[in-house]
DNA sequence: ATGGTTGTCCCACAA
């Protein structure tokens, strides 16, 4: 079973990459950021007709996550807890029956926090600590558990091609950093650094200042795994192809192969 | 140091 993430920058803008990517990659569950999409804007017909059943947390113009799963969801939750005024779209969870028993998997936008003198930044803290609240909750269940998605963190110098450029950058400052380390601690794999120690291993280049050109990127989308579900890896694979094609996202989709099949 | 780009939507704002 095959379970990706990727932040698309706008699924309008995107949908002729997304649908291309999917008829090659054949990946069985996939999620995505960044959607700039209400739930009845997003484009569901042609996603459903390669076979994907879909679920979308959207808000206009901004954020919003979706689940696309060619398994049936059992169960879909949205929102992230703790904070009933955050109307903010950056969550949502499905679950699904594998060979293998319960499948969890979440979609994940953490928010980028920038600039870190505005209340951007205690927001992404915040959100950040109902992350680790709601994490150690789901964790308790011992179920194989995927959180995958945009977490707006570089988690370590070697996850950047300019370590320095980043310093004093909501993405990289150290109490980001920590609150991550958190997070993990509590008992997860980085999906991506279990399976290689390679550099070069970005999921983003700006747009800006020919940063693809210069492989000037930054890792910041994530896999996290459960213990359940990391017993299950087999491999990771970063799809960086997709940066060179037309009107690219700025981010590429990570793809984690789990060994485990659709009941 | 600054500016460089893209998507959404109506004018800047977010990234």
Redesign the pocket.
Known sequence: MKIATWNI??????IENLLHWLEEADVDIVCLQ?I???DE?FPRDRIEALGYHVETHGQ????GVAILSKLRFDEVHRRLPGDEEDEQARFVEGVFSTNKGVLRVVSLYL??G?PVDSP?YPYKLSWMERLHQWTQERLALEEPLVLAGDY?VIPQPQDAKNPQAWVGDALFLPQTREAYRRLVNLGLTDALRATTQEADTYTFW????GAWQKNNGIRIDHLLLSPEAADQLRAVEIAKHTRGWE?PS?HVPVIAELDCMPA
Not at 9 to 14: D, E, H, I, S, W
Not at 60 to 63: D, I, P, R, S
Not at 206 to 209: E, G, K, L, W
């Open positions: 920058n706008g699924v309008k803008a995107r960044e700039k999409s209400v804007g206009k113009g901004f954020n928010p980028n920038n951007k707006n700006d747009y800006q200042a009107k700025d």
